[in-house]
């Protein structure tokens, strides 16, 4: 592993050493500024005669690159485009992501990612991070030895198996930890030296993928049961040895797997998973918004949320302690809050999946709203029993907010509010113009993907995109700011709520509940902040003094501007 050695001059600039020269510099992601090396650098690292004779600026590489990517119509080939920039020149493909985030957001995240995990081996390029595969079982310390840098604060990880909405992608699955990353630098300001994504290349039981000569991955079926789990133990050991001041994301895993794994290893190294509490946290923020947007109290939201995998259990779990903190328990706690799969209303029995105990309704208040246990029920049956007055989808079935579903809630709601959340745009339970339509415009809609605004009664309804972007990063910042020994569900509240602060009375009026996609950077400091503070009140995270937290947040960000670069041999 290599140190990235930087440091800051007299005049306020950072500096950093570089052990390259030559073509290997200009091979160096990291370092490598192309045309942007000043005549000074070019003579100090040999690189005279190796570039065009002009030197740019950033501004204009910016220029001339963006123009380079969105001369591209299809949105895989923007990708394809900008992965190439990241592989070449890492801190221009920062600042491009950066200077243009509502526009690229959707390309190097979701829904176009999607796209680039189900192309993966086709449209592989050139590797970033780790594999760890079952033939690494003893060794596993040792490869993550070979990371390019010894410094990871930041690890996004994932086992392939639950790639947003498309299932099994195999090694294909790699792409949504570097996208992850992207945002973390992006938004958070996370230095990439710091980041490090990782599959657990654990096999896969998509046939189609077995059989394609160009799979990348570990060519066997996945691996399970006791075998699996000694290679994530191993692999959480190594991080833990090797990278202590590490913060773990885990993505992506199954659903029972994705509950195991964060309950048996949120204490013994700081890490969350974001499809169960990022998703959480982004849900009832908009829950929040919603409140604020129709005057409703928190207390009298009444939830039913579509999909009881790891996405749904963990929102219902956040609003449960949400609503337990306003002090709303025993019955009015369950018929606040409704948990639906397919078959129907979940229900406390003693056969229940572990990870959804606790959540379920009692058999005998479902048969007092007319829902009888053991028969399957129709989520238009649901709706007219509970009356809700949010209904969220994370159930990857499109379409499965039929219009027979959103007119029965709006008959009984005033201003219903409706989130698809499903991810990617292709999953989604239902669309804004549907949502809008069949609600006479009274809908408060949010959405997983991008969404152009809707016109309707002569009104421009603005689509907000309920995207755990405005989560993640900001936790992730924050608990690396709080030297978090572990990350909370009071954490996750804490951004939450910070999140629903930052949409303003503008935005609400317009008919959004999240900040609009430019403001990320900005309401990331501000989800930080909070998670700052509550690490601290919990007792899990260094205590700030109020007025620090800013600065100590603002301490670790970094900008993608060039360095100074100095030869390392130079004293």
């Known amino acids: 592993m290599e140190r990235y050695e930087s440091r800051t001059d007299a005049d306020g600039r950072a500096v ?27 003579a100090a690292f040999g690189l005279d005669g190796l570039l065009p004779d002009a030197v740019s600026t950033m501004e204009q ?50 829904p176009t990612v999607g796209r680039a995990c189900q192309e993966y081996s086709r449209i592989f390029r050139r590797a970033h991070g780790l594999w760890i595969t079952p033939e690494h079982r003893g060794r596993v310390r040792e490869v993550l030895g070979d990371a390019p840098f010894d410094d990871v604060r930041l690890i996004v ?50 046939l189609s993928l077995l059989e394609d000569d160009l799979y990348l991955g570990w060519r066997h079926p996945r691996l399970r049961g006791e075998a699996y789990d000694a290679l994530v133990d191993e692999f959480v050991e190594g991080v833990r040895s090797l990278f202590p001041r590490a913060l773990l994301q885990w993505e992506d895993f199954r659903k029972g797997n994705a509950v195991a794994l964060m309950e048996r ?31 409703t109290d928190p207390r009298d939201q009444r939830v039913v949320i579509l999909g009881a995998g790891a996405a749904g259990t963990g929102i219902a779990r956040l609003l449960q302690s949400a609503l ?14 409704a948990l639906v799969d397919v078959q129907g209303l979940i229900i406390e029995e003693p056969t229940v999946e572990h990870f959804r105990r606790g959540l379920g309704w009692p058999p005998e208040l479902a048969r ?10 129709d989520l238009a049956e649901i709706v007219r029993a509970l009356r809700p007055t949010v209904l969220i989808g994370v159930s990857g079935a499109a379409g499965a907010f039929r219009e027979e579903v959103v007119r029965a809630m709006a008959e009984a709601v005033e201003r ?46 603005r689509i907000g995109q309920g995207n755990n972007a405005f989560i993640f990063p900001g936790v992730g910042l924050g608990a690396l700011v709080a030297e978090a020994r572990m990350v909370t569900d009071g954490m996750f509240a804490a951004a939450a709520a ?74």
């Open 324 to 337: 337990r903190s306003a002090d709303v328990e025993g019955e009015a706690l369950f018929r606040a809050l």
């Open 416 to 461: 219903p509010a409706i989130f698809p959340l499903s991810n990617p745009t292709s999953q989604a339970e239902a669309t804004p113009s549907d949502l809008l339509r069949w609600t006479d415009g009274r809908a408060l809609v949010a959405s997983g993907s991008p969404f152009d605004p809707v016109p309707i009664g002569g009104r421009t309804v």
């Open 157 to 206: 990880v994932t086992d392939n198996e639950s790639i947003l909405g498309l299932g099994d992608l195999g090694a294909g699955g790699m792409a949504i930890p570097v996208g992850k990353l992207a945002l973390y630098t992006a938004a958070a300001g996370i230095h990439p030296s710091q980041t490090l994504p990782i599959s657990l290349d654990v096999g896969t039981d998509n």
């Open 498 to 571: 910070a999140l629903a602060e930052q949409v303003s009375v503008a935005e609400l009026a317009a008919g959004s509940l999240f900040p609009p996609v430019p403001e990320l950077r900005r309401v990331t400091t501000l989800v930080a902040e909070a998670v700052v503070r509550s690490a601290a009140a919990e007792g899990v995270g260094r205590a700030y003094a109020h007025d620090e937290v800013p600065r100590a947040v603002e301490a670790m960000r970094w900008e993608p501007e060039y360095p100074l670069l100095e030869p390392a041999d130079v004293a």
């Open 368 to 377: 007092q709203v007319g829902l009888v246990p053991g028969e399957r029920q």
């Open 61 to 110: 590489q910016a220029r001339r690159v963006y123009a380079n990517i969105v001369r591209k119509t299809d949105a895989l080939e923007r990708y394809i485009g900008l992965a190439a920039l990241h592989d070449r020149n890492e801190i221009l493909f920062f600042r491009v992501l950066a200077d243009h985030i509502e526009e690229f957001m959707p390309i190097v995240y979701t």
């Open 265 to 295: 290893y949120r204490e013994r190294l700081p890490s969350f998973n974001d499809d169960i509490q990022g998703t959480a946290a982004m849900a009832v923020a908009g829950v929040l918004a919603a409140g604020r947007a129709s005057g």
């Open 16 to 42: 950093v050493r570089v052990p390259y020269r030559g073509p290997a510099l200009l091979a160096h992601s990291m370092y490598n500024k192309s045309t942007a090396f000043t005549r000074e650098e070019r």
